[in-house]
């Protein structure tokens, strides 16, 4: 037990107790902690295992950039690893996990990785897991993946809501400390829309960690009553616990709130965690500095830590990380760690001060070592004392179970990055600063800019306010900001203290300076090699702490500058962000929307078994009682519609108004085939070619009026479609008169097939209205009403082959007039089919669908040629006429009947000769829709056919390699029910 | 009149109301709809002989009125979504049709559509809820606001009548995962 909770101080609620777990101890902390506080309180230094070597690591920060201190969050499906203590806000129950570590956190059996390391060095994966090939996937890629990441997921589906959302400022800022709030005030006194983003859940930055005043109060104080203020402003957003993630295009930001991630669970409907998109029109970045270490030998063990957190930790949280503790630091700001830890009443054994000319704190009972750096670390399992060469090169030990380090503060520059921004290197601060390629619209104050001190960061938080507030046509008001330290850093760089044993980079992915070297030896030198080689900067913290001393350290190599060796840029997002709130609401069945048919209740009470089209969700098969496979079902239905009457809702197929003094010839342009004669009353087959003549969808169009048509699509098309013709309205053709509206959903339309389907109807349409033969012919249409005075529109048209009807009403009369049919229809033996039915139907009658229409496909291919109207021009007519789509040995659609009925015929097999091989050269088309045919009783199918329609009669192999078939069958007519259409026009 | 008995976009016989929190979400079926849309080069004979039947101009873009028992919207140049009480037979398509002649095309659309009526007795509410909807600034949507949008892959019409109320339009196929969404938010934010 080392560390330990102060008697006083800190902005915790040490009235309340909470009770939380880790690795199965009972533990207590305060309202105010995060599991990282509350577990030094505890004393707790080890916890965790390093990715690589399983070194035993402690926490070494107090903010989001902590690479060592990640655990399992919560247990059972909520349990979420890889989770930062240093932001995980206690909560009464909270249980965390370590995590790479077997048996025990203590007693690691992988430990011996660390044993080999000489073999494990910088880009060991691309030398190790080489030969022999076979390897590969069978050994190499199972050990990697098992020995790869750090926690676990749980594999159960996340129980937890989340949800998204869009804001929308004048001014966003990100980060809540001395910048930002200064920053806030200012645009929130002016009127501006402020949002106000801050990662933490206590707004105020580092004025939460530091003891030196503002005006005449603390700094904590100053920012609580910032913050109050602009709490009581209505147009002023305040997000705590938000961390915006990512600087995107046009003004808009990335930003998830954690809702409830600091209560054990989320009340019900309440979501965990919501992602806003907010656009605004100006940006502050505030969101402060990173302070970096030091790398000398063994500076990973638990205990040594980050100097600002160590003091973080007792100022804010009330903890004492270490009983005696010692500071090594190359600037003054270190020295502010011996200072406040002392106040607290902590021991501080020693100042290790790598500058010469260090100035001596004067901190009672501590060494004052100038000129000193620590060369090594002793503790098995945590920090036990450091060794210290001094200025005059004698090396002793000093006893201290904590360590903090200063190595400097790097700006937390990372969205300036995120549009191809690069940081610039500012000597005065000996850290990349931003660059001036800033994300449009955005400035940067405060410790995020390079301004060291608190003074600076108010006055700057300020000044990009008023110039924002400028561009806004905003005035600002005047700058009313409290007296405040304004002390230089006074910073010598020192990147890494030389030595034989290994100094650690990156503590996440186990990368030290020797593996630097190591790349640079190699030839990875380069910084987006060095990167890659050595994974520096990668995983969950992706190189806050390490990326700038590994620079420092390959530029020292390299005997170049660090603005010479330059960096590598960031990305999106800032910090880790879940897949449950980039998924938001959308998830499971709701993950996009579903539509319905208007007769969606009725098929329900059938047990219509549904599936999905696009959006839509269609019945597919109606089985009845004692069906026990599919195939009974569909057969029944196919027999019944050739047989009797069968009923479909085929509300799914657009339905494109298209009206106009010019809508005929409109209709006449975007159909290969002929429109513009067509008789009012009528409806014809259009086949609709794209520009380069290919086919792009087919149905039937209706001229209800001279100046009136409605275009059918297939039901995958309809928005396609629409669209195509759009394009033409507006763009190719603005001189002609024609408006387009789809009227899809308006109209349920129920197909009504079978040499009864004239019977069924004249018992629901209302008397006056002549549909015989010789009145409503074939390709006949025109409003009628129903059941008493329903607006209704009859098509006499056929997809089955038989004399067949589609009747269209009012969508919300769709599932009563479903109901009304199969009532009258009973004893005519109306029977509902589905889609499986539909399709049978059609691949009988040889009609193309989905199959057949695949983006592929000309009018040549489907022998459909000769709609191509060479006596008009239209959308693709041209195009089509290409010697390369004409040739002889063109693709032609053909009917397949397997030669035994007993065989199995699958779409998308290949057809080949009797003896061929089964290669590509010998190919000669493929299936394109295959069905069992009832009618036939054998497997049928729709293929293209080299040169297919001379080959009638030729016996052939449809092989299907993924499934092993290979089926005779014989070439036939597409159409194999009726080819001259005697049962439609009956 | 029809023996045949109409169903709500959601499939009930009635509409639905759902209240959650302090907002009502209500499935609302008593409008007929129809879009009207000027013929090329007809569009201020259109406009014109459309205000002298519903009263009152028709608006422009991203905006409706109210006249009467007339609602239009503003749908798409020189195109408007037309809306009159639903009275027992539907014939808004015929009296808008007598009303344009042949300066306007005129398509049924009543039953193209699923409407939501949400309505909250504080306003902040109605912002709250399309906070989390939609990509429209909720300060923008003020009363006589209409706008096309899209929110959960659906396209749809707003139309804010009132400071505390929101009138949401949606292809009547996809009422369901429209009505999922809107209560969804809804229990989210209560």
Known sequence: MTGRRLEHGGQIDRAQALRFRFDGRALTGHPGDTLASALLANGVRLVGRSFKYHRPRGILSAGPEEPNALVTLRSGARAEPNTRATVAELFDGLTATSQNRWPSLRFDALAINDLAAPLLGAGFYYKTFMWPAAFWERVYEPLIRRAAGLGRLSGAPDPDAYDKGFLHADLLVIGAGPAGLAAALAAGRAGARVVLADEDFRMGGRLNAETFALGDTTGADWAAAAVAELAGMAHVRLLPRTTVFGAFDHGIYGAVERVADHLPDPPPGTPRQILWRITTRRTILAAGATERPIAFADNDRPGVMLAGSLRAYANRWGVAPGKRVAVFTNNDDGLRTARDLRAHGVRVAAVIDARPDAPDPRIDGARHLPGAVVIGTSGRLGLTDVTVRTADVREFRIDCDALGVSGGWNPALHLTCHQRGRPVWDDRIAAFAPGPDLPPGMAVAGAAAGVPSTHGALHSGHAAAAEALDALGRTAPPADLPQAEDAPLALRPLWHVPGTRRAWLDLQNDVTVKDIAQAQHEGFGAVEHMKRYTTLGMATDQGKIANVPALGVMAELTGRSIAETGTTIFRPPYTPVSLGALGGRATGPTFKPTRLTPTHPWAEAQGAVFVEVGQWLRAQYFPRAGETHWRQSVDREVLAVRAGVGLCDVTTLGKIDIQGTDAARFVNRVYCNGFARLAVGRVRYGLMLREDGIVMDDGTTARLAEDHFVMTTTTANAGPVFRHLEFARQCLWPDLDVQLISTTDAWAQIAVAGPKSRTLLQRVIDPGHDISNAAFPFMACGAVTVCGGLRARLFRISFSGELAYELAVPARYGNALMERLMERGADLGATPYGTEALSVLRIEKGHAAGGELDGRTTAQNLRLGRMVSTKKDSIGAVAARRPGLNTEDTLELVGLRARRPDSRLAAGSHLFAPAARTEAANDLGWVSSAAFSPHLGAPIALAFLRGGAARQGEVLRAVNLLSGQDTEVEVTSPHFIDPDGERLRA | ?190
Request: charge should be neutral.
């Open chain 2, 1 to 190: 009149m029809p023996d045949l008995a109409p169903l709500t976009p959601l499939g009930g016989t009635t509409p639905r109301r759902d209240r959650i929190g302090g907002v009502t979400i209500a499935e609302a079926c008593d409008w007929a709809l129809a879009s009207v849309t000027a013929r090329r080069g007809r569009a201020s004979d259109a406009a014109g002989r459309m205000a002298a039947m519903i009263g009152t101009a028709l608006p422009g873009p991203g905006a409706m009125v109210r006249s009467g028992d007339w609602r239009a919207v503003w749908l798409a140049p020189e195109s408007w979504l037309l809306a009159a009480p639903l009275a027992g037979q539907d014939d808004i398509e015929a009296r808008l049709r007598d009303a344009v002649g042949d300066a306007a095309s005129v398509t049924e659309q009543t039953d193209a559509w699923a409407r939501f009526d949400i309505t909250a007795a504080n306003p902040a509410r109605v912002g709250a809820l399309l906070e989390r909807l939609c990509n429209i600034p909720p300060a923008r949507l003020t009363p006589g606001a209409a706008t096309r949008t899209v929110f959960e892959h659906l396209g749809v019409i707003m139309l804010r009548e009132t400071d505390d109320s929101l009138s949401i339009l949606g292809a009547r196929s996809s009422a369901r995962s429209l009505h999922h969404a809107l209560t969804t938010v809804a229990r989210s934010l209560a």
